[in-house]
């Protein structure tokens, strides 16, 4: 049999005690590291998707909403059609009736936002048999009184403001039944001039 010293088998003993020590801090070095990711993705705050802008006749958050018409009264036009808030609506001399059909796209939709729905349409004061809609070339449904699309005037500041009136001989507050408001509105007074190029839109 092998013959082993002393200093032999201490050497031995030594290396072993190395060995499980190595080991022992390895174990704990990949645990620790565990716990430091865990520890990391529960401080990383939640993603979080940006809230998307509220398109005309739909809610904040993204659920489908419904338009409404309110029948009101102007000093100087007599009956028109407002929007839920107050805001005066209106009707595009280029655009048809019979059928249903609007020509106002691009920057025009930028001054003349239409007035689109994604449940429906709510009335008040307005008679629901003149109340219908047209698909847009978008895929959206714009509401239409007596047939004709319907919009608001991006300068109306305030509630009861009717700038939009007369616009270029084209654009008229629209009644409850879908006629431009106003007595003489066939003669109105133009409250913008065309420019060149603008297509009959206003600015």
Known sequence: MPVFSTRSIAAVAVAGALGLGLSACGSDSKDDGKAADA?????????TTPGTPAAPGQSANGTAGKAVLKAGTDAKLGAIVTDDAGFTLYRFDKDTAKPAKSNCDGDCLVKWPAVTTTGGVTVNGVEQSAVGSVTRGDGSTQVTIGGWPVYRF???AKPGDTKGQGVNGTWFAVTPDGKKAGAAASTAPQTDKPSTGSGGYGN
């Not at 520890?39 to 993603?47: D, E, F, L, V, Y």
């Open 39 to 47: 520890t990391t993705q529960q401080s990383r705050p939640a993603q």
């Open 154 to 156: 991006a300068a109306d």
